[in-house]
């Protein structure tokens, strides 16, 4: 029956379990919230109920039917989370801390401590997975139950056998949409957001990573599930490189701790983006040619680094990778988005150096690390490019411990605002990390 603790499931989801009318605790899918309104309780959406009546006259949810249609005639099976019991947890991790993360390491691990909620804002290449690894192991040698969860699929994919490396002997979980693995009960699991709607009072430490990213930003239906899915005592991790509006605003008027992490382990400053005037960009590619402003940049650019270019719109990015070919044959270049079958081999081939330059969508704006890049922005002022897009972009460049003097360039034909917060936001970054004596002279 460990299946169900902390979960709310559908009788369909747990067929295998045997008399479980007679074992479970049973919860009300949906809730009348007035006398035309009703609330779906797996993601908190309220429905005029004309317009989600079934022939039955029961009621249904069509804004969370990816995860199995909820209707009224059914009911979620659910039993609680045992309570803590504290154990001795096998923590194999020996790498060191920065004096930045360390600080940033000890704020988190006195929030879990006291049952309180903070942010981690740490620049991009921070370093922020490391920072997480005490605070785990705490809580889960206090018997708690800890999910990492976020937005992305990439990333979850990516940080499961970093945390499975640290805590060996640990039993964990990694879930999301696509996995074929059998749910089942562990005290760690690294899952995506949406499946945080399957659980009930689950998690004592809920630490959420990319908070800022595509789907969960303004998405209430995944912030319900997060409400959900915590118990009333605990803690909620958010980590960030990009914070909110939303999540700034209750950091100014304190209501939620913040912890700044502005520099890299590195000890250098963030790369400030320079910006040039590229003129009508989007008039010339369409007609074939590549903007003479690229052009030279291009040039001056793949002399020392590979080239990452961020294109606007996938059509736009196809017919300006013609153009620059013409222009320069000898270099080996591709195009990747996220309809691209071939994405994940073309990153590695970019990270083999197979090829110097790669033109992508906004697609490579987070979670991925190349060795010695620079980075051209192509259209700047696109709506496309926000804020928090420009500055993640931006921190493609000088990930590595080795320097390779890699530039950003935010090429555009009209100053968006977005552009200079993002440069703003980057220097003020700098500026902290240098008073905080975290980033050396060059
Ligand atoms: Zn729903």
């Given at each position: 029956m460990q299946e169900l603790w902390g979960r709310k499931v559908l009788k369909r989801e747990i067929e295998?379990?045997?008399?479980i009318e007679k074992k479970s605790q049973k919860l009300l899918t949906m809730q009348e919230v007035s006398e035309k309104t009703i609330q779906c309780l797996r993601c908190g959406q309220i429905h005029s109920k004309n317009t989600v009546q079934?022939?039955?006259?029961h009621y249904y949810c069509?804004?969370?039917?990816?995860l199995g249609r909820v209707d009224t005639s059914q009911k979620f099976y659910y039993l609680p989370e045992p309570t803590p019991v504290k154990r001795t947890v096998h923590f194999a991790w020996d790498g060191t801390l920065t004096d930045g993360q360390q600080a940033v390491s000890d704020d988190l691990l006195a929030s879990i401590k006291n049952h309180e909620s903070r942010m981690i804002w740490a620049v991009?290449?921070?370093?922020?997975?490391?920072?997480l690894f005490k605070t785990i192991h705490y809580s889960l040698e206090c018997g708690y139950r800890v999910a990492i969860a976020s937005p992305r699929v990439d990333v979850c994919l990516e940080l499961f056998p970093r945390i499975h490396a640290v805590f060996p002997e640990e039993p964990a979980i990694l879930l999301h949409g696509k996995m074929e693995e059998c749910y089942r009960y562990t005290k760690l699991l690294v899952c995506?957001?949406?499946?945080?709607?399957?659980?009930?009072?689950?998690?004592d430490v809920l630490i959420i990573d990319e908070?800022?990213?595509?789907?969960?930003?303004?998405n209430q239906l995944l912030q319900y599930g997060v409400k959900q899915a915590i118990k009333k005592n605990s803690s909620l991790v958010y980590l960030t490189a990009t914070p909110t509006k939303e999540l700034t605003k209750k950091t100014d008027k304190n209501e939620l701790k913040t912890s700044i992490l502005p520099a890299r382990y590195h000890r250098r400053i963030l790369p400030v983006p320079k910006i040039k005037w590229c003129h009508q960009w989007y008039k010339k590619i369409k007609k074939g040619n590549t903007p003479k402003a690229l052009v030279a940049i291009i040039h001056s650019l793949v002399i020392k680094n590979d080239v990452l270019i961020f294109c606007p719109s996938i059509s736009l990015m196809e017919q300006l990778k013609g153009a620059v070919e013409k222009k320069f044959p000898e270099v080996a270049l591709a195009c990747v988005h996220s309809?691209?079958?071939?994405r994940l081999e073309k990153v590695l081939k970019m990270r083999n150096k197979e090829y110097r330059i790669l033109m992508t969508s906004t697609?490579?704006?987070?979670g991925v690390t190349f060795d010695g890049v620079s980075v051209i922005v192509l259209?700047?002022?696109?709506?496309?490019?926000a804020t928090s897009a420009l500055v993640q972009i931006a921190g493609?460049?000088?990930?590595?411990?080795?320097?390779?003097?890699g530039e950003v360039w935010f090429l555009h034909d009209g100053c968006t605002k977005a552009m200079k917060e993002a440069i703003k936001q980057i220097k003020k970054m700098n500026t902290l990390g240098i008073e905080r004596g975290l980033i050396d002279d060059m």
């Open positions: 295998t379990i045997k008399n079934l022939v039955t006259e069509p804004k969370c039917i990816q991009t290449g921070a370093g922020k997975t490391e920072m995506t957001t949406h499946q945080l709607l399957r659980f009930f009072h689950a998690f908070v800022d990213a595509f789907p969960f930003v303004g309809q691209d079958p071939e697609i490579l704006e987070r259209g700047a002022n696109h709506p496309v490019f493609r460049v000088d990930r590595r411990m080795d320097y390779t003097a």
